[in-house]
C-alpha cells in the first residue's frame, strides 16, 4: 500500500522517472520483498536499483550501502555466498 502511495505522490509532483527518488522507492521495494521472505525478486530489485543509484550518486553514498545490505542478506539466504560476497 505506502509504495502505491509513494508512487502516486511522485507522479502527481512530476517527478521524472530517472530522479533518484524513484530508485529509493525501488531499494525501499527490495527491503519488503526481503522481509516477505521473497529473496529472489528482492535481489534483482535492488540490483537495478544500485546501478542507477551508483550512477547518480557515486558508489560510496549510504544509499547504495543499504542497497548492498539488503542484497547480500537475500543471496546468503537464497545459499549463493559466492554472489554475496562480490556485491
Do not use: F
Not at 64 to 82: C, E, F, Q, T
Amino acid at each position: 500500500l505506502w509504495g502505491r502511495l509513494a508512487e502516486t505522490g511522485l507522479r502527481s509532483a512530476g517527478v521524472p522517472p530517472d530522479d533518484v527518488r524513484w530508485l529509493r522507492l525501488a531499494l525501499d521495494r527490495g527491503a519488503v520483498h526481503w522481509i516477505r521472505g521473497q529473496r529472489q525478486e528482492a535481489v534483482a530489485i535492488n540490483r537495478d536499483a544500485i546501478i542507477g543509484l551508483e550512477a547518480v550518486l557515486g558508489p560510496d553514498h549510504p544509499d547504495i550501502a543499504r542497497g548492498l545490505s539488503v542484497m547480500g542478506n537475500a543471496l546468503h539466504k537464497l545459499n549463493r555466498p559466492d554472489e554475496a560476497y562480490t556485491v
